[in-house]
């Protein structure tokens, strides 16, 4: 019993060293933008007019824009976001081109009327929406 007992402790050091390999330099970083990229934040979308946003261009509503709020806008002007309705299932992607200050702490959106239309009807006002950040450097 205790052969195989050190056979077995034998056989686990070894697996434990072959797969205790380095990562390289960037993995930790890259993981960390993937993991961010990946979180959901669950809130409300609503749609407004757009025009001379915080980043400091002049959009239209037939651009797909949205506007944040200051605790997930963080100067991330041109950042494209994936954002889907809960209720239907419809998923659009908007640049990040302005800030919203009522929807200072808070997962809530606003959308341009384009944005919003692509995933629910304007009559609707207010949608459920799951957003996350598409990965820095994205584009449609």
């Known amino acids: ?70 605790n997930h806008y963080k100067g991330y002007c041109n950042r494209w976001i994936q954002v889907t309705n809960t209720d239907n299932g419809k998923t659009v992607t908007a640049k990040i081109r302005d800030l919203c200050e009522s929807c200072a702490d808070s997962n809530r959106i606003d959308m341009s009327t384009s944005a919003f239309s692509a995933i629910g009807a304007k009559s609707e006002g207010v949608l459920n929406v799951v957003w996350h950040y598409e990965a820095e450097g994205w584009s449609p």
């Open 1 to 70: 019993m205790s052969r195989l007992a050190l056979l077995c402790m034998f056989l686990c050091t070894i697996f434990a060293i072959t797969f205790a390999s380095p990562l390289p330099f960037n993995a930790t970083a890259t993981a960390t933008a993937e993991l961010a990229k990946r979180t959901n934040h669950y809130g409300t979308a609503t749609y407004f007019d757009a025009g001379l946003g915080a980043c400091g261009y002049h959009d239209t509503g037939s651009d797909h824009i949205v506007a944040m709020g200051i």
